[in-house]
C-alpha cells in the first residue's frame, strides 16, 4: 500500500482559488510521468497525459464540457493526434455516440485538505496509457 508521503501537493489553497469556473485542464509532471489535471464544475480529475493509443500529448488537445448538455459523461479530453476521447473521470475511451468503451487511461489519486490539492499517482500495471508513459520516459535524456 502507498505511503502518506506519495501524495504531491500540485495546487495550494491560493492556485484553487484562482481555478477558472470554466473547465481547464494542465499538464504536471509527478515522478518523471505527465499528469493531466482536469477541473471543471468544482471537481477535478487526474490521467496520465501520454493518450493510451500512441502516446499523444493529451494536453495539447480539446477538453470537452459534455456535463453542459446534459451528458452523464461529464469532462472528456480529446487527443490531438488521433481524435480518441477519454472520460475524465474514469479514463474510459468514449465512443460514437458517446458510449463508454474500454478503459485506456490510467486515473490517479486525488485528496483534498487544508493545504490544497494532491495527487498521489497509481501503479495499476495494465493500462495502455502506462505504457505510452513508460515508453516517453525512456525517450528523455538523462541528465
Ligand atoms: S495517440 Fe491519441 S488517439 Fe492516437
Known sequence: MAGEDEWHLILNTDELAAVPSKPT???LQIESTDILLMMGHGKYYALDAR???RGGPLHE???E???STGSSLGLCVRCPWHGRRFQAETG???GKDDVLLAPMQRCHEL???GRGLHVRLT???HYASERQSKRKQKRQPKN
Do not use: A, S, T
Open 51 to 53: 493518450c493510451g493509443h
Open 111 to 113: 485528496r483534498l485538505d
Open 123 to 125: 501503479n495499476e500495471g
Open 25 to 27: 485542464m494542465k499538464v
Open 61 to 63: 488537445g480539446d477538453l
Open 92 to 94: 474510459i475511451e468514449v
Open 65 to 67: 464540457d459534455l456535463g
